[in-house]
């Protein structure tokens, strides 16, 4: 079946959880997902974060780049003209439960929300969704 949707939001991320994967992953039971899309030298390239489950598990995840990448570029290419200055990278959040979901884009501090081992216990914390 063909996707016809024409939502290039909704295409994302239908596009980011259907091809993340992990070496242990909670597919069951994770209940929201905060992703990274990184870039690096203006080309989005790193699709990566992590699924929350209720019972506290956490499951880190990422995407092979080609099967997600083109949909990023046309969810990009909806949001901004051509020349125009694009974003770093951007946070894609999603409540498997309710189905609600934020983009959240940095335009320019590549350090934002960069994983580091000092800080990756706080930082997905940080990112974890909170819908109300």
């Known amino acids: 079946m063909a996707d016809t949707n024409?939502?290039?939001?909704?295409?994302?991320?239908?596009?980011?959880v259907q091809n993340v994967s992990g070496p242990q992953v909670d597919w069951d039971n994770w209940e929201s997902m905060s992703i990274l899309v990184e870039?690096?030298?203006?080309?989005?390239?790193?699709?990566?974060?992590?699924?929350?489950?209720?019972?506290?598990?956490?499951?880190?995840?990422?995407a092979r780049p080609s099967a997600v990448l083109p949909f990023v570029d046309a969810y990009?290419?909806?949001?901004?003209?051509?020349?125009e200055k694009l974003p770093v990278c951007f946070l894609v959040q999603y409540s498997r439960k309710s189905g609600k979901y934020t983009i959240t884009f940095e335009d320019t501090d590549e350090k934002?929300?960069?994983?580091?081992?000092?800080?990756?216990?706080?930082?997905?914390e940080e990112l974890r969704p909170t819908f109300e």
Do not use: C, H, M
Not at 11 to 16: D, E, Q
Not at 42 to 62: E, H, K, M, Q, W
């Open 6 to 16: 024409d939502d290039a939001s909704v295409n994302l991320l239908r596009a980011i």
């Open 112 to 124: 934002r929300w960069k994983i580091t081992p000092k800080n990756y216990k706080e930082l997905r």
């Open 76 to 83: 990009i290419s909806s949001k901004y003209k051509p020349g």
């Open 39 to 62: 870039s690096f030298q203006g080309r989005f390239n790193s699709v990566s974060g992590s699924l929350y489950s209720p019972d506290g598990t956490i499951s880190i995840v990422a």
